[in-house]
């Protein structure tokens, strides 16, 4: 299609019916030399190229181009045209860096963050998600991927009951914030900055808003979301998608103040059955890419079709993120 963008191979893709996930695109010959302008502008220029990229595979990873830094990723996100989502309702701790430019989730690296569609827990969610390697790890550190319909497909397979219960009823997420963002929790966002204010009347509309109801506690606030589907049909490809945080809730919303195993239950309120969560974690990590991080990388992922999680990692490591609607 384009010179700028050449359809490369790496070690760890995976191929499904044929086609590679991730898809990988690298520069043509002597584009690597000719800047971000060049790269943004051909990035505009075969938009609906790109697009349909992404829909075929799920997710495209942008290899040495001339990405170095978080304003020329935030021009890349910004070449693509999708529309920014505002980060409401979210757990992770995140700082804006520069324009739709933030951190990713800030958990300390001995920490694993656990497969997730980003925000499945709330109703607004975004559709497509940027990743952008700023500094390399020094060892781990990875992003593994999944193709959320292979993981319904297998759950469906291998524990119809469950998945027939959980189309049913769905699940009902329980979290609790405390007033300030807490670093050192994979979970730890304040309600301040969850809802994006310091009053709680306008903490209290804009949870209603998303679905949510509060109760006040004497430092923070109890969040129950729910019921809310754990599986989703996604229209553009006409397929099931395993779209819900069910195994990072019960396996990884865990600090001072939060029980994972409390954190999530089916829609009607009874508890999840742990052999089961434990093996869909493990048809996760079976079914799952993890290309290691190399700096200037950019992962575009549809939110529809994939899941993610975080490794541990030996710093220094600085991946950045945007959301678009």
């Given at each position: ?10 070690p ?9 996930f ?11 030399n ?14 609906p ?5 992404l ?9 040495d181009?001339?990405?170095t ?11 693509f ?5 505002p ?8 700082t ?5 430019v ?31 390697c ?11 991927i999944v193709?959320s319909?292979i ?8 524990h ?10 769905g ?11 807490d670093?050192?929790?994979?979970i ?13 009347i306008?903490?209290?509309k804009?949870a ?16 129950i ?11 553009s ?16 919303w865990?600090?001072a ?33 993890a290309v290691p ?8 992922l549809?939110n529809?079709?994939?899941?993610h999680?975080?490794r541990p990692?030996?710093?220094?490591r600085r991946?950045?993120a945007?959301?678009?609607?």
């Open positions: 299609m384009s010179q700028t963008f050449i359809e490369s191979s790496i760890h893709q995976k191929l499904y019916d044929g086609a590679p991730p898809l990988v695109l690298t520069p043509g010959k002597g584009v690597e000719l800047g971000l302008t060049h790269l943004t502008h051909s990035i505009k220029a075969h938009q190229w790109l697009q349909s990229l829909h075929r595979a799920g997710a495209v990873l942008l290899r181009f001339p990405v830094a978080a304003s020329d990723f935030n021009d890349v996100v910004e070449a045209g999708f529309a920014e989502l980060y409401v309702g979210g757990a992770a701790p995140r804006n860096v520069v324009g739709r933030f951190t990713a989730n800030e958990a300390p690296p001995d920490q694993k963050i656990p497969f997730h569609h980003e925000m499945a827990q709330v109703p607004e969610f975004p559709s497509k998600l940027f990743f952008f700023e500094v390399e790890p020094g060892t781990g550190g990875e992003t593994p193709l319909h993981v319904y497909e297998r759950m469906k397979t291998k119809p009951e469950f998945v027939q219960r959980l189309e049913e009823h699940l009902m997420y329980i979290r609790v914030l405390g007033e300030e963002d670093p050192s929790s994979p730890g966002r304040g309600w301040k900055s969850t809802f994006l204010t310091h009053d709680k306008t903490a209290e804009r209603a808003q998303l679905g949510m109801k509060l109760e006040w506690t004497e430092d923070g606030v109890k969040t979301m729910g019921p809310i589907p754990a599986v989703k049909f996604d229209e490809r006409q397929r099931k998608v395993w779209f819900n945080s069910m195994v990072a809730a019960y396996t990884g865990e600090d103040r939060n029980d994972p195993v409390k954190a999530v239950t089916f829609g009607d309120g009874q508890p999840l059955p742990a052999d089961i969560i434990y093996d869909c974690l493990k048809i996760l990590e079976d079914e799952c890419v991080w190399q700096k200037g990388d950019v992962l575009l549809d529809w079709a994939v899941l999680s975080r990692f030996d710093p220094p991946v950045l945007s959301l678009c609607k």
